[in-house]
């Protein structure tokens, strides 16, 4: 008896947890277990189109890598007893410095697509970006998300058809917009190429064969209705969005790489709220920018989907803060895996960061209640990081937190 009395003592054993999602859930500690569920749930076009990258994928790799560089300088003693992760950005208070980046075809990771990622923004209470690109409407996000969003554009030759996606815009609720200026041609990513990735899918034997291995994807896959180009549905170039033509072809299409600074004048011309242009990557443009009274310059190298090569987001942080950082928002998108990785770019002078890939991941291995851990994984490494460096409130994190190291 004794030595089951011991046991008992220092034994306890888990409830097993019926639900499959959140038994799933419950064994992922960081972001890359999320990755490694989501490819292990999603056929590989699909899961490579969300992971890849342009070419040899240097960029993707070093916007995380380069996090590494920098080391906290924790200081003891604090009473950091009350933590605040609130903070202001443009205009408006948010529980912790952070924006759901604007993300193409969400629902090749999960049928419910952007509309599950609104309603994780929403309950979060951070900023939501739909994308231009993005496989539910304008007005459909609007109807599930009635907090903070903004809308993500492109400089298109069909001005017509951008004016109309403008006034959409304004109508239902989106308080600015961001255009994304790094995509006067598209990048070259290799692992779509390789694949013969196309979006919508196009469906062979390879794609069938494929379906036969991710019976949960497909499933979800084939009980929705037809993936579309929700916001540029009926445009000549795309038709009802529901045939199988390649990213590419529309893209190269719609862009004119012959598109100037003086394009943004359309724009302030056509919309009536905040602009951010998205796709910054050097002071001289952020400096241009803030000339021209943008809200927000927002560090970005597409992912590392453009141009490969191009510097990480977090490395231009505080020359572009200490540029413009008084007459513009600056705000970090690329490489975030960890609160760590917030509270680094916000020490370091940004306003707040841009998660993409980290919730892209999420909804591919667990759908909305995917996104609903990320999001409060990354609120909660904020704050524990903040706890450790003895920082009680964003107000107070500056550079004499971190030591760059490279």
Known sequence: MGMFSTLRSVVRFRTYERDRTLRKLSKAADVGDLRTMAKKRMPAGCFDYIDGAAQDEVTAVNNVS??????????????????????????????????????????IAHSQGELAVARAAQRAGIPYSLSTMGTRSIEEVAEVNDGRKWFQVYVWRDKPL????????????????????????????????????SLPPKVGLETIIDGIRHPR???????????????????????????????????NSQFDPALSWSDIEW????????????????????????????DGVILSNHGGRQLDYAPSPIDLVAPVADAVGDRTAVICDGGVRRGSD????????????????????????????????????????????????????????????????T
Request: proline share 3%; net charge negative; charged share 25%.
């Open 267 to 294: 724009f302030r011309d056509n919309w009536p709220g905040m602009i951010m242009i998205k796709g910054v990557q050097t002071v001289e443009d952020a400096e241009i920018a803030a000339d021209m009274k943008l």
């Open 66 to 107: 380069s996090f590494k560089n920098y080391f906290f300088r924790p200081r003891v003693l604090r009473d950091v007893a009350a933590i605040s992760t609130t903070t202001t950005l443009l205009g408006g208070q948010i529980p912790f410095p952070v924006m759901i980046a604007p993300t193409g075809f969400d629902r």
């Open 342 to 405: 917030i509270v680094k770019a916000v020490a370091m002078g940004a306003d707040a960061c841009m998660i993409g890939r980290a919730y892209f991941y999420a909804l591919g291995a667990a759908g909305e209640r995917g996104v609903d851990w990320v999001l409060e994984f990354l609120r909660a490494g904020v704050e524990h990081t903040m706890a450790l460096s003895g920082v009680g409130s964003i107000d107070d994190l500056n550079r004499d937190l971190i030591e760059v190291r």
């Open 217 to 251: 994807w497909t499933s979800d896959f084939l009980r929705a209705e037809p993936i579309q180009f929700a916001n540029v549905k009926g445009s000549s170039a795309v038709g009802d969005g529901s045939t199988p033509v390649t990213l590419s072809d529309y893209i």
């Open 162 to 197: 951008l004016k109309e996606m403008l006034d959409r815009a304004a109508a239902s609720g989106y308080e600015g917009i961001m255009i994304t200026v790094d995509t006067a041609v598209l990048g070259r990513r290799e692992r779509d190429v390789r694949r013969g990735f």
